[in-house]
């Protein structure tokens, strides 16, 4: 029997669950309880969301939507509920980054960075309701990446890493960890009584293909040296990979673009944002050096993950590498004092003449890679649904977990490896020990990215772990429109779009504030204005007179006081006239556009008296207004 509860006050007892009811645990965190029970009275009991339940030592709750309520007939009603983790909890908080005032609320974004910089950014939010609560565990060591999220919950993002990072995600209490779970537990399972399983269905994977019994392996097609293989364009095996088999013929290739000679370099000084040093460089490369080509160097870590940067000068004697700015980046300096290398980034080098060890090594290394796909494609790839024997359980009181891996064995079946546990579903109502299992293969990572792994690892052993990151670069846009200028009358200029922007490792609010104190951003976007708008002739240019009763170059009180006399009267032949173009809206001193020109810059008077109205114009448009009493603002 089971009980229901409201924080710490049971609200139902004595529950009956269905015989059919179960806990389903599958690998990625996934795990839930249903409950169907049928419940006698005239009202059904109202439960809510986080109303609780302890199923097997677990406690569930109700998260993601209340129960389904039927109602059989007046003092009847079937309850139907799925109970779920805690952990399912982190899908009720958004997945936010930082805003311009340094808030974790900005939905949608796109930053780089290992798998513990968006680890760091989950907990980062969690925490902002539940302090905490929520704590990391293990962290696989990854490469750097580009992964945009938008308008995600912590439990949907979660989902994304484990498919982006090729990883697994797994619950400890309150602790997430994102590496493999998989263990031998030392299991044996057959079928047969006493064996351990009472049935056994074998079915193919959803991708099943026919088993690889010949591969050919190709490599990549950077650093390889002059003539290589009778000039071959990519690196390559003697032969195709094939072991001795039962099963026919089933040819097939493989491409590892990512393996090619090279050699990863581990920075261990730095000078300025363009140069650094890796003390333990094996070969001098002023000596393997192209020709028509510049080398360069890609980094695998740090704030420069992903770029790939040309090689100004190396000095061989200092192991020191001088690097140029990446012309390609058009929105940000690469490298800058906020973004360059750091001690402990690691790096591979390209477009060079490798020496011959590192294509001996690259060959090596596309045959283990090669070798590992062939093995783990020279099978049938297949699913397992087993049932085991309840009392046989129950008897080596063997207890299951997600991930471990059983060996299994069936001789009819063709079968006796090891095999990890996909899910498992427990019966809970009627023993603890009635289990269904599904064992499965994994999906491999990609070869490159254990490639990736390994050589960062292979650079990161002997140091301090790193801890747990925070998102370490921030990004501000500042935005404006210029509009061309120096057009002909009849013209106007286009407007144009200018945007740059500005990076801090401190916080959004310190880019934008650079941002905001750039005082070349206006020239700058002028200056681009001119340099790329257009001069677009908007339709017919017409012209509206306008009539001033006099004009003042500078001395304008001096004017006033004669238009003010009480003797003054306005002869509407000496008035000035203006011509107000309906294109720039600027008033010219002719009504035709063949060598037309603004009128003089200077004060015209609209009426007289000792309030006239007097404007400035400068350059054809007002910039000032007022009057002869109060004077004129020029702005």
Same mark, same amino acid.
């Given at each position: 029997?089971?009980?229901?509860?409201?924080?710490?006050?049971?609200?139902?007892?004595?529950?009956?669950?269905?015989?059919?009811?179960?806990?389903?645990?599958?690998?990625?965190?996934?795990?839930?309880?249903?409950?169907?029970?049928?419940?006698?009275?005239?009202?059904?009991?109202?439960?809510?969301?986080?109303?609780?339940?302890?199923?097997?030592?677990t406690t569930y709750s109700l998260i993601s939507k209340p129960?389904?309520v039927e109602k059989i007939d007046s003092r009847k009603h079937?309850?139907?509920?799925?109970?779920?983790?805690?952990?399912?909890?982190?899908?009720?908080?958004?997945?936010?980054?930082?805003?311009?005032?340094?808030?974790?609320?900005?939905?949608?974004?796109?930053?780089?960075?290992?798998?513990?910089?968006?680890?760091?950014?989950?907990?980062?939010?969690?925490?902002?309701?539940?302090?905490?609560?929520?704590?990391?565990?293990?962290?696989?060591?990854?490469?750097?990446?580009?992964?945009?999220?938008?308008?995600?919950?912590?439990?949907?993002?979660?989902?994304?890493?484990?498919?982006?990072?090729?990883?697994?995600?797994?619950?400890?209490?309150?602790?997430?960890?994102?590496?493999?779970?998989?263990?031998?537990?030392?299991?044996?399972?057959?079928?047969?009584?006493?064996?351990?399983?009472?049935?056994?269905?074998?079915?193919?994977?959803?991708?099943?293909?026919?088993?690889?019994?010949?591969?050919?392996?190709?490599?990549?097609?950077?650093?390889?040296?002059?003539?290589?293989?009778?000039?071959?364009?990519?690196?390559?095996?003697?032969?195709?990979?094939?072991?001795?088999?039962?099963?026919?013929?089933?040819?097939?290739?493989?491409?590892?673009?990512?393996?090619?000679?090279?050699?990863?370099?581990?920075?261990?000084?730095?000078?300025?944002?363009?140069?650094?040093?890796?003390?333990?460089?094996?070969?001098?490369?002023?000596?393997?050096?192209?020709?028509?080509?510049?080398?360069?160097?890609?980094?695998?870590?740090?704030?420069?993950?992903?770029?790939?940067?040309?090689?100004?000068?190396?000095?061989?004697?200092?192991?020191?590498?001088?690097?140029?700015?990446?012309?390609?980046?058009?929105d940000l300096e690469i490298p800058s004092q906020d973004l360059?290398?750091?001690?402990?980034?690691?790096?591979?080098?390209?477009?060079?003449?490798?020496?011959?060890?590192?294509?001996?090594?690259?060959?090596?290394?596309?045959?283990?890679?090669?070798?590992?796909?062939?093995?783990?494609?020279?099978?049938?790839?297949?699913?397992?649904?087993?049932?085991?024997?309840?009392?046989?359980?129950?008897?080596? *009181?063997?207890?299951?977990?997600?991930? @471990?891996?059983?060996?299994?064995? +069936? !001789?009819?079946?063709?079968? %006796?490896? =090891?095999?990890?546990?996909?899910?498992?579903?427990?019966?809970?109502?009627?023993?603890?020990?009635?289990?269904?299992?599904?064992?499965?293969?994994?999906?491999?990572?990609?070869?490159?990215?254990?490639?990736?792994?390994?050589?960062?690892?292979?650079?990161?052993?002997?140091?301090?772990?790193?801890?747990?990151?925070?998102?370490?670069?921030?990004?501000?846009?500042?935005?404006?429109?210029?509009?061309?200028?120096?057009?002909?009358?009849?013209?106007?200029?286009?407007?144009?779009?200018?945007?740059?922007?500005?990076?801090?490792?401190?916080?959004?609010?310190? *880019?934008?504030?650079?941002?905001?104190? @750039?005082?070349?951003?206006?020239? +700058? !976007?002028?200056?681009?204005? %001119?340099? =790329?708008?257009?001069?677009?002739?908007?339709?017919?240019?017409?012209?509206?007179?306008?009539?001033?009763?006099?004009?003042?170059?500078?001395?304008?009180?001096?004017?006033?006081?004669?238009?003010?006399?009480?003797?003054?009267?306005?002869?509407?032949?000496?008035?000035?006239?203006?011509?107000?173009?309906?294109?720039?809206?600027?008033?010219?001193?002719?009504?035709?556009?063949?060598?037309?020109?603004?009128?003089?810059?200077?004060?015209?008077?609209?009426?007289?008296?000792?309030?006239?109205?007097?404007?400035?114009?400068?350059?054809?448009?007002?910039?000032?207004?007022?009057?002869?009493?109060?004077?004129?603002?020029?702005?």
């Amino acid at each position: 029997m089971l009980t229901i509860k409201r924080g710490n006050t049971p609200i139902l007892t004595n529950i009956p669950p269905d015989l059919g009811d179960y806990v389903q645990k599958q690998r990625n965190g996934i795990d839930f309880a249903t409950l169907n029970w049928v419940q006698i009275g005239d009202t059904p009991t109202d439960l809510q969301l986080d109303d609780s339940v302890e199923i097997l030592g677990t406690t569930y709750s109700l998260i993601s939507k209340p129960p389904t309520v039927e109602k059989i007939d007046s003092r009847k009603h079937r309850f139907q509920c799925v109970f779920e983790a805690e952990h399912y909890k982190m899908k009720r908080v958004k997945y936010f980054f930082l805003n311009p005032t340094n808030n974790l609320k900005e939905k949608a974004f796109t930053i780089m960075g290992d798998l513990s910089v968006f680890v760091g950014l989950i907990k980062m939010n969690l925490d902002r309701d539940n302090p905490g609560k929520w704590t990391i565990g293990t962290v696989e060591v990854t490469e750097a990446r580009n992964i945009s999220f938008d308008n995600l919950n912590c439990l949907s993002a979660i989902a994304q890493l484990v498919s982006e990072f090729q990883t697994e995600f797994w619950m400890n209490g309150n602790q997430m960890n994102f590496t493999s779970k998989a263990k031998n537990n030392g299991l044996i399972f057959k079928y047969g009584q006493g064996n351990g399983l009472y049935n056994i269905i074998r079915s193919p994977q959803d991708d099943e293909s026919a088993p690889i019994t010949r591969l050919s392996v190709f490599g990549g097609s950077r650093n390889l040296p002059a003539g290589y293989r009778n000039y071959a364009n990519t690196l390559q095996l003697d032969n195709p990979i094939e072991l001795p088999t039962t099963l026919p013929l089933n040819e097939e290739t493989i491409t590892f673009p990512e393996i090619f000679p090279q050699y990863l370099g581990t920075v261990t000084s730095v000078g300025n944002e363009f140069s650094f040093s890796a003390s333990a460089m094996p070969f001098n490369l002023n000596d393997q050096l192209l020709p028509v080509l510049t080398a360069k160097v890609i980094f695998q870590t740090g704030l420069l993950a992903g770029y790939e940067i040309e090689v100004a000068s190396y000095d061989n004697t200092n192991k020191t590498f001088v690097v140029n700015k990446v012309e390609s980046e058009k929105d940000l300096e690469i490298p800058s004092q906020d973004l360059h290398a750091e001690v402990g980034d690691t790096f591979i080098i390209v477009d060079m003449d490798p020496p011959a060890e590192l294509v001996q090594l690259a060959e090596q290394q596309l045959y283990d890679f090669g070798l590992d796909y062939y093995k783990a494609n020279n099978f049938h790839k297949r699913n397992y649904a087993v049932t085991p024997d309840r009392m046989h359980f129950k008897r080596q *009181a063997i207890k299951l977990e997600v991930a @471990d891996q059983v060996r299994l064995i +069936d !001789g009819p079946l063709g079968v %006796d490896r =090891l095999i990890p546990i996909e899910s498992f579903k427990t019966f809970y109502a009627r023993s603890e020990w009635d289990n269904e299992l599904t064992l499965s293969d994994y999906p491999i990572i990609d070869p490159y990215t254990r490639l990736i792994r390994q050589q960062i690892k292979q650079a990161q052993s002997g140091q301090p772990k790193p801890p747990i990151q925070s998102p370490g670069i921030y990004v501000f846009s500042r935005i404006g429109t210029f509009q061309k200028q120096g057009c002909g009358i009849g013209f106007i200029g286009e407007a144009v779009k200018f945007e740059r922007k500005y990076t801090s490792i401190i916080s959004y609010a310190d *880019a934008m504030n650079q941002g905001y104190l @750039d005082l070349s951003f206006n020239v +700058d !976007g002028q200056a681009n204005a %001119d340099a =790329l708008g257009r001069c677009v002739n908007s339709g017919p240019v017409t012209y509206t007179p306008l009539r001033f009763l006099t004009y003042a170059r500078t001395n304008y009180p001096q004017t006033c006081t004669f238009i003010s006399r009480p003797d003054y009267v306005r002869n509407p032949d000496n008035d000035i006239i203006g011509y107000l173009n309906n294109v720039d809206n600027k008033v010219y001193v002719r009504n035709y556009e063949a060598g037309n020109e603004y009128i003089p810059n200077g004060f015209y008077y609209t009426s007289s008296g000792p309030g006239a109205h007097i404007d400035y114009y400068s350059s054809g448009s007002i910039a000032g207004s007022g009057d002869c009493e109060t004077g004129v603002i020029i702005e």
